[in-house]
Structures are given as structure tokens and as C-alpha cells.
């Protein structure tokens, strides 16, 4: 007798292992998937009914054994209504768009009804938040699930609750979810500026960071760095503050920003997060750029793929030990 084979059609391991797991493809909803169980305003109207049928007996009252038998029957049938309410549903997931550390993601989910009656106040909830929605019948619906990105790599969409209580509350039916969807968390960028061009060993003239020397194009706050040649000295005898004078030309297209460059005093995630920012201030400039990590290294580009690339590397450097941290 196979017994693995038994165990997995039981409702026990559907309850408590499959939900856990990522299911790829459409889920759908069968009928041991929805559970229900009564809710506090069941058990409340299944005591009164007691109280109403041990007074009818008391005194022999027709009219009152007619309302309680009648009560009942319509709790009885709200039983079929509610799971009939969340069974036979199509779930499958959507689009999720990259975000950075500390936003919001908002994982997509496709509902199908491909049933001729609608599915009224279907609630979805996941990682503390809850979204309600209507599935009118032989439609999709999309709804949104909202899950607060706490770090960068990536982020699989934690398992969700589908519950209803319709038609008149007194029964929870609900089913467990998790389609095999994640979204890339990009690291958080801090506040800091595009850093000044340095030469690099090698390679003559060309420069593999900052801005260049050919043509002045305008003055920008004085940094900590930046070669007393390019500050504009008579802007300082007027009595302003230090200003750096930036030029553009053919190496200011183009700008490498690399690890090992960065001060030893910044940590991991500091030096992540600096270099988000200057690839976001270079493609917001228009301007050529590469990253160089700890083995890796993400060429030349300007577009806004090639952005997305140059996150997505910092989102996964050494993203296992980030997670367990």
C-alpha cells in the first residue's frame, strides 16, 4: 500500500504541509482545500436556538417551534452557501513590480469564477494586511496584495488566507494559498551625490568615475574630495559657500562605480546602498555606467534595462547571508 500517495490526498497534510509550499501554475480551489468552521455569532445564534426550543417544549408553543425549526433551516442552508461561496475558484498569480527596502510590494492575484453565480465579499489576507474583493460570475478579478519589503533580495509572496463569511456570518469558509510568485527587493539608497572623476591606472586620459573636463556646464555644492582645482575660487571671494565647478564631456558620459572604491568604514548594506543611489542619479543624467562588485560586474550602459541590472545586482550580492541576518 502506498501510504506517501494516501498521505498527500489526506486533508491533514493538505492542512498543515502543502499550504507552506509555493504551488506554480493555477490553483484551484477544490472542495478539501475550504474548510469552515462556525463564528462567534454562529455559535451565539446556535445557543439561542437551544434557548428557543427548550421554551417551545416548556410551553408547548407551536409558533415557537415553528420559528426555531424555520431559524435552523436557514442556518443549516447558509453552511452551503458559504463554502459554495470561496470552493471552485481559479487563483493564479500576476505581475509584481521591483521595489526598494523598507517600500510596499504589491503582488498581483488573478480570482476566475467560471461559474454562473458571483462570489461575493471574498476577503484576502497575507502578512497583515486584507484586501476585499467581488468575483462576478464567469469573470477574472485582480486583486492586489500588499507585503512590506523589510530587506533587499528576493521576496517570495507569503502564504495567503482566502476566507468569506457570506451570506449571513455565521460560518467562516476559508482556503490556503500560496502561488509561486516573488519580487526583487533593490537595496535602499541613501542621500549620497554622484561622486568627482578620478583616474584610473591604465588607462590615460579616460576616467572611470565622475564628470569631465572638457566644457564647464554650471556649479554644484562643494564635497568632501573634490581637487581644489575645480573650486570656483571667485564665487568663494564673493563670500559664498564652496562650490564646485562641473564640466561635461566625453568621460563625464561615462562613470564605473565600484566596491572597492567606496570608504572601508561603510558596511555592507552602506556601500549597497550608495551604490543604488549613484546608479539611479547616472541614469537619471543620461549617463554611461557600470558596476564592479565583489565578483561581479555589470558593463557599460545607459538604458533602462540595464539600470534594472545593475539593481537587481546589488539586490542579490551575497543575499543569502543579508536574509539570514
Not at 26 to 35: H, K, M, P
Request: hydrophobic share 45%; with cysteine; glycine share 8%.
Amino acid at each position: 500500500m502506498n501510504w506517501d500517495r494516501i498521505l498527500r490526498h489526506s486533508q491533514i497534510y493538505n492542512l498543515l504541509v502543502r499550504p507552506h509550499q509555493p504551488e506554480t501554475g493555477t490553483i484551484f480551489l477544490a472542495q478539501r482545500r475550504v474548510y469552515i468552521l462556525p463564528t462567534r455569532q454562529g455559535f451565539t445564534f446556535a445557543l439561542a436556538l437551544v434557548l428557543m426550543l427548550i421554551g417551545s417544549i416548556n410551553y408547548s408553543l407551536s409558533l415557537g417551534y415553528v420559528l426555531t425549526f424555520m431559524l435552523a433551516g436557514m442556518g443549516i442552508v447558509s453552511i452551503l452557501h458559504t463554502f459554495r461561496n470561496l470552493a471552485h475558484l481559479y487563483v493564479s498569480a500576476g505581475r509584481v513590480e521591483p521595489v526598494f527596502a523598507g517600500d510596499t510590494v504589491r503582488f498581483e492575484l488573478h480570482l476566475e469564477n467560471r461559474r454562473d453565480v458571483p462570489r461575493h465579499s471574498v476577503l484576502l489576507a497575507c502578512a497583515g494586511s486584507t484586501t476585499n474583493c467581488e468575483v462576478p460570475p464567469n469573470r477574472v478579478e485582480t486583486v492586489t496584495i500588499p507585503v512590506k519589503a523589510a530587506r533587499r533580495g528576493w521576496l517570495q509572496l507569503p502564504r495567503v488566507t482566502m476566507e468569506t463569511r457570506f451570506p449571513m456570518g455565521l460560518f467562516r469558509a476559508w482556503a490556503y494559498v500560496r502561488p509561486d510568485v516573488r519580487a526583487i527587493i533593490y537595496p535602499k539608497p541613501d542621500d549620497a551625490l554622484l561622486p568627482m572623476p578620478r583616474l584610473s591606472h591604465g588607462t590615460g586620459d579616460a576616467m572611470n568615475a565622475g564628470t569631465g573636463t572638457d566644457d564647464f556646464s554650471g556649479l554644484r555644492a562643494y564635497q568632501s574630495g573634490d581637487s581644489p582645482r575645480h573650486i570656483a575660487w571667485k564665487a568663494v571671494a564673493r563670500g559664498e559657500v564652496l562650490l564646485t565647478k562641473v564640466f561635461a564631456g566625453r568621460a563625464a558620459m561615462e562613470m564605473w562605480f565600484d566596491w572597492n572604491d567606496l570608504p572601508p568604514r561603510l558596511g555592507t548594506e552602506a556601500r549597497l546602498s550608495r551604490l543604488a543611489r549613484w546608479v539611479l542619479l547616472a541614469h537619471a543624467n543620461g549617463l554611461r555606467f557600470g558596476v564592479k562588485l565583489p565578483g561581479v560586474e555589470v558593463p557599460l550602459g545607459s538604458s533602462d534595462d540595464h539600470r534594472k541590472a545593475c539593481l537587481q545586482a546589488l539586490a542579490l550580492h551575497d543575499a543569502d547571508n543579508a536574509a539570514a541576518a
